[in-house]
């Protein structure tokens, strides 16, 4: 008995798994042959055989290869399941429906593989990098070029080619193409040259050729490498196969004569006499004059002779008031016995302590009655009053130490460059100066500030977004600026400064010929206020050669024609080469009121300027020739202001008090009435309302109009009234007993504050590196935790700690960023509530890239041996740079997504012919193609007689008689006579029964049929 059970027991997991293989491998209805093998074993030789020759070939490869063969027992297992089933279709559809299923699952499993489709390429893209740093000799960029050419115009059809330059940063000159244009570009790209960086070219390079294409570098470089890491960029394209032939400019000065600095005393006083020493190098004796200047005025010119090496000259300075004074020193050497003229001068920089000054900046084409009453008030206060044009205030903060406060009396933003702005606003926010703007037509908004970085550091500002003012403007800017040096860079610079200066709703496009897409549109007319978005499609534009000005013009025309905008205007920027547009055309600006200033830049020759000088006479435009490339950005912020929309209230209303308990309006009440204003908006917290202009357009639209605001900006204060203090709009003002009291406290809420300082800061050059020391002079002597913010060329900043390196001692080292002045705000706090601060600064007058007078090719050399290139010569040829023979690059992309498109695709076909039957007799009759009329109405008779009803129709037999008379029900049959006919005979068996009735020939079909399929299957 247990016997028994004990069998059961092991026979159970048995059966479960026969149980099993039943159901995934059920018993073939019918006896399996090797005609049955026969479609799987094609399909398996042509599926895997299709692979295996994709992948042979290169066509087609695969993430996991295995998984083709791990899956390969799907197919038997569909196929066993196909022939075992017995579905009862016939051969030739069951044959489709697993063909069909076994395609489905070879896409799958090919699918899971994750298959990716292969391309080769061979066509090379070469890269030519070109060193235009200031130590390689001028000539040498043409040399470039010129190799450049005689390279590429000999390449394959297929090749392509691209340039860039370099220095302390690289640029694209001209992305890698087939066809290049018909006359190169000039070098457009703005390039600092006080530095060499070779890895910065070589990854640039790299990352414009294409990952899927084999490429190539030329390096035309000195090989003087001063920053960057190049081992890690020889990595990288080493990675992607990437060779780099180097072309070596070599040189060796042998005559050269350098200043290394200018010495001045850390700390001075009033009427006292000092020395002054200037270090120069030569690489051998010589003579020359050393000239120095004060403040850019001439203060000595003194004859030298020198040895080789180092030599020391000193001479006696004196100052005689307070205030900054910058000197300057140039050696000046006979003609022939120097090669690099950017090292011959250093500056270097002092300040007197004293009574701080208030400085007014007024227009160099301005009227003295916008400032002669304001200075006469402040000097009526006992405070030190300085006059200064526009053109000649500082671009340096630490040279704005002496003024307390400065003002800006009706100036508009074209009368500065961009490096003045920048200094004003950062002597606010870094060094505590006061900044004071008054109203005037040049003032505020209309005088171009929109968007500045003085607008940034006042209380105010100029979008008055809500309010309702006249309509916007449109402005359409023609950029033709590749054949003139750095022409490119200058000209996407104008023209965000351009943009910056409109309001927000204002519309601008800009028009360029692109070497790619001809004359178009960067992009059409669009709100300014898009300025970051733009600013990507003006950085990445490529700026070719314009040969006319007429499509360009007319499809400015076509967009200003459309824009809503009130003011229309136009700006064109080139060296007049294009040739003119069509009068017609001309006639048309006219017409529109659209008017056209130009600005001719390096043309071929001064007459080609006329072309220009027309455009701008016929529509009352401008028209400009700026000597200095310098002069742009303030041409197109002018021209860019002609578009401003009035925000100028030329209206008398009497101010009104909002915040009576601030100093600045202690004991001021009941102002008098001013004649006119600028509009703008107050800004939020901290800024503080002082006094407002009532106007019932702004308190529609929930705003006010500031008149008089305040506020703290960085360690500094500023403040705008947005009136004059004139005998224009502040005329009433000027004989107001309250004047003289209201402008002394203004002065004296907005100036410095002048603090004791127990810090010194001293800052110096050492090669490539800024050396900061702070001394600490506290009668405590305890250590305190110093910081300090450098800020310094191209708007870079940064933070760095100093460390204590002995008794009251502080100091730190950080690199520099190149050549130029940089300010220094440290800051000392120690034990209790003590926190001193101290400013200064230093100024690199060439970087240390001018202190090499002999090229480095051994570096150059081992570039090219790292990467597997070569070292050319000038007479190197096409065929070197584009071989013959060469690798190919292969890249592939992945196609799981069209696999699973097939599939998708094949599904529901599969489902259709295992489940869905066409009756083809019917799709004929669709068409017309079935001539069997007599179906439909055997079919009719047929269920008449169902039913029980009269046929509707008697269908004839051969003799023209009926085969059968249909009867009626017996409760519905009428009483007829018997007909005396006989019934027709029976047919003898096997005898065809063509009088018979028509449902038994019907079954006989139906039988004959069945008999017929299943003489199909037994096969």
Request: net charge negative; with cysteine; glycine share 8%.
């Amino acid at each position: 008995m247990s016997r028994g059970l004990t069998n059961q027991q092991s026979n159970g997991p048995i059966k479960a798994i026969r149980s099993l293989l039943s159901w995934v491998f059920p018993a073939p209805r019918r006896a399996v042959g090797w005609t049955d093998v026969l479609p799987l074993a094609l399909f398996l030789a042509a599926f895997y055989g299709t692979l295996g020759y994709l992948f042979a070939t290169d066509r087609i490869d695969f993430a996991w290869p295995r998984r083709l063969l791990y899956l390969a027992p799907i197919f038997p297992w569909i196929w066993w399941l196909s022939v075992a089933g017995g579905s009862g279709a016939t051969k030739t559809r069951a044959a489709v429906a697993l063909l069909l299923r076994l395609t489905v699952a070879g896409l799958l499993i090919t699918a899971i593989a994750e298959p990716r489709a292969v391309r080769l390429r061979d066509d090379l893209a070469v890269m030519y990098a070109l060193d235009v740093s200031g130590s390689i000799d001028p000539g040498t960029l043409e040399a470039g070029r010129k190799f450049f050419a005689d390279t590429v115009y000999q390449k394959p059809s297929d090749d392509q080619a691209g340039m860039i330059v370099f220095g302390r940063n690289a640029a694209v000159e001209l992305p890698p193409r087939t066809v290049l244009p018909g006359e190169l570009p000039q070098v457009g790209s703005l390039i600092e040259s006080g530095g060499t960086d070779l890895a910065s070219s070589l990854s640039l390079s790299a990352a414009m050729i294409p990952a899927d294409q084999p490429g190539r570098i030329v390096l035309m470089s000195d090989g003087a490498q001063t920053q960057g890491d190049l081992d890690s960029v020889i990595a990288q394209l080493n990675s992607r196969g990437i060779e780099v032939d180097v072309l070596p400019i070599e040189y060796a000065y042998e005559n050269e004569v350098w200043l290394e600095r200018l010495e001045l005393p850390r700390y001075v006083k009033r009427g006292e006499t000092y020395d002054a020493a200037v270090v120069l190098s030569s690489l051998k004796a010589g003579s020359g004059t050393l000239v120095v200047r004060e403040n850019g005025e001439k203060l000595a010119e003194i004859p030298v002779e020198f040895e080789a090496g180092k030599n020391r000259i000193t001479l006696p300075i004196s100052l005689r008031e307070p205030g900054y004074y910058e000197y300057e020193a140039v050696i000046v050497p006979p003609e022939g016995e120097d090669r690099v003229e950017h090292n011959n001068k250093v500056v270097n920089a002092l300040r007197l302590q004293g009574e701080g000054v208030v400085a007014i900046v007024t227009d160099p084409d301005g009227d003295a009655r916008d400032w002669k009453e304001l200075v006469a008030a402040i000097r009526e206060g006992r405070r030190g009053v300085k006059l200064i044009s526009a053109y000649d205030l500082p671009d340096d903060p630490l040279a704005m130490l002496p003024y307390d406060l400065l003002i800006f009396a009706n100036v508009g933003a074209d009368a500065f460059d961009a490096r003045q702005l920048q200094a004003v606003h950062d002597s606010v926010r870094d060094l505590g100066m006061g900044f004071l703007m008054l109203g005037g037509p040049n003032s505020f908004g209309p005088g171009g500030y929109h968007n500045t970085l003085v607008e940034a550091a006042l209380p105010v500002s100029m979008d008055v977004t809500n309010r309702k003012v006249l309509p916007k403007g449109a402005l359409a800017i023609i950029l033709h600026t590749c054949e003139f040096p750095e022409g490119n860079t200058y000209a996407k610079r104008i023209t965000k400064e351009a943009i910056r200066v409109l309001s927000d709703k204002d519309e601008v496009g800009v028009l360029v010929y692109d070497y790619q897409g001809g004359e178009k549109w960067l992009f059409e007319l669009t709100p300014a206020g898009e300025l970051p978005r733009l600013a990507k499609l003006i950085n990445n534009a490529q700026i070719g050669d314009m040969p006319s000005f007429d499509t360009t013009m007319r499809l400015g025309l076509q967009g200003l024609k459309k824009s809503d905008a009130a003011t229309k205007h136009m700006i064109i920027i080139s060296d007049a080469d294009p040739s003119i547009p069509a009068p017609k055309l001309m006639q048309d600006f006219v017409a529109e009121k659209i008017s056209i200033s130009t600005v001719a830049v390096f043309p071929h020759t001064p007459n080609d300027t006329g072309s220009l000088q027309d455009i701008a006479s016929l529509t009352k435009g401008n028209f400009y020739y700026p000597k200095n490339a310098n002069r742009l950005p303030s041409i197109f912020i002018k021209e860019a202001k002609t578009l401003e929309r009035s925000m100028i209230e030329n209206e008398t209303v009497t101010p009104q008090i909002e915040d009576g308990l601030h100093p600045v309006l202690k004991g001021i009440s009941d102002p008098p009435p001013i004649h006119g204003y600028v509009l703008s908006s107050q800004k939020g917290f901290p800024a503080r309302l002082l006094m407002r202009a009532p106007n019932k357009d702004a308190e529609d639209v929930g705003e006010l109009d500031p008149l008089l605001s305040v506020w703290q900006y960085g360690i500094g204060r500023s403040g705008a009234f947005a009136s004059d203090l004139s005998s224009n709009w502040g005329r009433d003002w000027l004989t107001w007993d309250r004047f003289q009291p209201f402008v002394e406290q203004v002065v004296t809420h907005l100036s410095r504050t002048q603090t004791d300082t127990q810090l010194r800061l001293s800052a110096d050059s050492e090669g490539n590196e800024a050396i900061f020391v702070i001394e600490d002079y506290h009668p405590s002597g305890d250590p305190i935790s110093v910081t300090a913010l450098v800020r310094g060329p191209n708007d870079k900043a940064e933070s760095i700690e100093l460390r204590q390196v002995g008794p009251r001692r502080y100091e730190a080292r950080m690199p520099l960023w190149g050549e130029g002045r940089y300010q220094v705000m440290a800051i000392g706090q120690g034990t209790g509530k003590r926190t001193d601060r101290v400013a200064g600064g230093l100024i690199v007058p060439y970087s240390p890239e001018f202190t090499r007078f002999r090229s480095n090719p051994i570096v150059l050399s081992d570039i090219a041996e790292r990467t597997g290139g070569s070292v050319l010569t000038p007479e190197a040829t096409s065929e070197q740079i584009y071989p013959a023979e060469r690798a190919t690059r292969k890249s592939t992309r992945p196609i799981f997504d069209w696999l699973l498109l097939a599939v998708a695709i094949l599904l529901p076909l599969d489902v259709a012919v295992r489940r869905v039957q066409l009756d083809w007799m019917t799709v004929k009759g669709w068409f017309g193609m079935d001539r069997r009329k007599s179906g439909t109405a055997t079919m009719d008779r047929l269920l008449d007689r169902k039913r029980g009803q009269k046929p509707t129709t008697t269908p004839p037999t051969r003799e023209g008689k009926p085969l059968s008379q249909k009867q009626s029900p017996p409760s519905q049959r009428p009483r007829m006579p018997q007909s005396t006919n006989k019934p027709p005979p029976q047919p003898k068996p096997g005898e065809s029964n063509e009088d018979g009735s028509t449902m038994s020939r019907l079954l006989e079909a139906k039988r004959r049929r069945q008999q017929g399929g299943d003489a199909d299957q037994s096969e």
